[in-house]
């Protein structure tokens, strides 16, 4: 899941250029939406109500990601009364939980 966070994917596109309708996508395509699927709902589940209203519930992974980085780059705020080491076990816990569903 964390390549996929990394690296992002794209939907196949037709010869227009519009995405390739779901009833023709192949194993390939299906398995990449399923982990970016697991991979945004791990991040998700990571946030508090007010960190979610912040973001797209639709995102992709990565675009989901970027967006966390971008709302808490050079803040690094904890929630009221937490500590350092607490933010940072927190954000333990939402890598492992990545790890832990591959």
């Not at 227009?16 to 970016?36: L, R």
């Not at 007010?50 to 675009?63: G, H, M, S, T, Y």
């Not at 966390?68 to 080491?85: A, H, N, Y």
Request: contains cysteine; proline residues 3%.
């Amino acid at each position: 899941m964390w390549i996929i966070i990394q690296t992002s994917f794209s939907l196949p596109l037709d010869d227009t250029g519009k995405p390739i309708s779901c009833e023709n996508w192949d194993q390939s395509v299906m398995k990449k939406i399923k982990v970016d699927a697991k991979a945004t709902k791990t991040l998700q589940c990571g946030l508090t109500k007010e960190e979610l209203n912040q973001v797209d519930p639709f995102n992709i992974a990565k675009e989901l990601w970027e967006k966390l980085i971008e709302l808490d780059e050079g803040t690094f705020d904890t929630k009221d009364g937490e500590s350092v080491s607490q933010l940072y076990a927190r954000i333990q816990d939402l890598l492992n939980g990545l790890h832990t569903i591959g």
